[in-house]
């Protein structure tokens, strides 16, 4: 299926690992001009080689933190000064970490915020006007899947990817118009770096017990029905096709990709 992709410059914030590089990459092999991101240069160089290596694709890097205010906006203006213009963001940001009410300070939650959603509607505050400039466009940001069902021990998380979800459906209604949609995807258990090192530990713990690895795990998909964790590349098909014009009467939705986890009807 031609997505209709090909040419379109594609923004994809923190895409240097996890579910950003592998939705940078979509793009790329999708024939998009790409643009990717991280707070640290070294990352996101390598990773802007290795999608030029495997793809045919323009790839611009851009060392930005989704965390400050003046790298976003330097962010949009190196990407449209470089391309000529802007026709997708994808708003994404590492996320916060685990813990539970004893566990952080106001900083702590004033960073959750701060990154993961004022990060989002900075960084889409941004670039709407290049994609109203280009008659039109789509954003599409990465949340969880925590914001269908909280996920236990995520608290913060649980409290920044909410407001991101209303700010989208807010959007949907008044960007409609302008031929902008807006979308959300959350991911659910993935195989990206921080699952890999929970997963590592619960080998260990069950190699210790005289189990295996495949029993490790079978533990850490149990209540996926589809059975297994997700990659990385699953994901970010969605990403890309909620992006591109073959999803054009999509907006204003949020697309869980957690294999079955979340049980709620809507």
Known sequence: MD???????????????????????????????????????????????????????RVLEVVADMGNPDDIARLVRETVEHFGGLDIVVANAGGPPPGGIYDFDDQAYQDAL???????????????????????????????????QPIDNLLLSNIARPGVVGF???????LGPKNIRVNNVGPG????????????????????????????????????????IGEPEEFANVVVFLASPAASYVTGTTVVVDGGRTRQIM
């Open 3 to 57: 997505l209709g992709l090909a040419g379109k410059v594609a923004l994809v914030a923190a895409s240097s690992k996890g579910l950003g590089k592998a939705s940078a990459m979509g793009f790329a092999r999708e024939g998009c001009d790409v643009v990717v991101s991280s707070r640290t240069a070294d990352t996101v160089a390598d990773t802007a080689q290795e999608i030029r290596g495997l793809t045919d694709a």
């Open 114 to 148: 701060n990154t993961n959603t004022l990060g989002t509607i900075r960084l889409i505050r941004e670039a709407l006007p290049h994609l109203e400039a280009r008659g039109g466009g789509s954003v599409v940001t990465i949340t969880s899947a925590g914001v269908k």
């Open 189 to 228: 258990a993935t195989r990206t770096d921080r699952i890999r090192q929970t997963m590592e530990r619960a080998v260990e713990r069950a190699l210790a017990e005289g189990k295996t690895r495949d029993d490790a795990e079978r533990e850490m998909a149990r209540g996926v029905p589809l059975g297994r």
């Open 168 to 174: 989208v459906r807010s959007l949907a209604t008044e």
